[in-house]
T-cell receptor
Framework: GQQLNQSPQSMFIQEGEDVSMNCTSS?????WLWYKQDPGEGPVLLIA?????ELTSNGRLTAQFGITRKDSFLNISASIPSDVGIYFC????????????FGTGTRLQVTL | EAQVTQNPRYLITVTGKKLTVTCSQN?????MSWYRQDPGLGLRQIYY???????DKGDVPEGYKVSRKEKRNFPLILESPSPNQTSLYFC??????????????FGPGTRLTVT
């Protein structure tokens, strides 16, 4: 099946720092979604991207749909302790709109 | 409150003993899906359903069954569980809106251990 590579796998940052993570696909995707998962809970949708080149913000979060349609990026500005969790990218390609492929996740830990 | 619920949240069972994990949503969503989450592998789709009586295989359907007799419920059935089905399972649902893919909303998860 399709592969989504997400990096970094984990990161420690200090409170107040900006965070960047990305996701790359082995094939073209038509849509990218970014989710966050807190411990013991299900993933929660953060941002959805539907068009190549699209840049969308949700508070301190900004995500971009790469021009090549094979990658996406998520940035978190001025991180705070509640940003701790696992961030997943997910996407689908043409013809598989009803199926989401997920990345392996980026574990974010914030130190005070 | 709009939500996806799963039961049980935790289950320990033995190899070969049939079990069902229930999933229910109160948002009148047409689309529902099951995923399993394993360390280092992210979430992988098991089965999904576009509407009542319409189900299809995801990426890892072997060893699982589903049914969709009512819009709100989408149970996951393991007829003969094996240890390699030990995992964290999530149910998700969404509207079949005009935008693809559907923006799925997840339940709290069911942690299954098969010994």
């Amino acid at each position: 099946g399709q592969q989504l590579n997400q990096s970094p796998q984990s990161m420690f940052i200090q409170e107040g720092e900006d965070v960047s993570m990305n996701c790359t696909s082995s094939s073209i995707f038509n849509t990218w979604l970014w989710y966050k998962q807190d411990p013991g809970e299900g993933p929660v949708l953060l941002i959805a991207l539907y068009k190549a080149g699209e840049l969308t913000s949700n508070g301190r979060l900004t995500a971009q749909f790469g021009i090549t349609r094979k990658d996406s990026f998520l940035n978190i500005s001025a991180s705070i302790p509640s940003d701790v969790g696992i961030y997943f990218c997910a996407g689908s390609s043409a013809g598989t709109a009803s199926k989401l492929t997920f990345g392996t996740g980026t574990r974010l830990q914030v130190t005070l | 409150e709009a939500q996806v619920t799963q039961n049980p949240r935790y289950l320990i069972t033995v190899t070969g003993k049939k079990l069902t994990v229930t999933c229910s949503q109160n948002m009148n969503h047409e689309y529902m899906s099951w995923y399993r989450q394993d360390p280092g592998l992210g979430l992988r789709q098991i089965y999904y359903s576009m509407n009542v009586e319409v189900t299809d295989k995801g990426d890892v359907p072997e060893g699982y069954k589903v049914s969709r007799k009512e819009k709100r419920n989408f149970p996951l059935i393991l007829e003969s569980p094996s240890p390699n089905q030990t995992s964290l399972y999530f149910c998700a649902s969404s509207l079949k809106s005009g935008r693809f893919p559907y923006e799925q909303y997840f339940g709290p998860g069911t942690r299954l251990t098969v010994t």
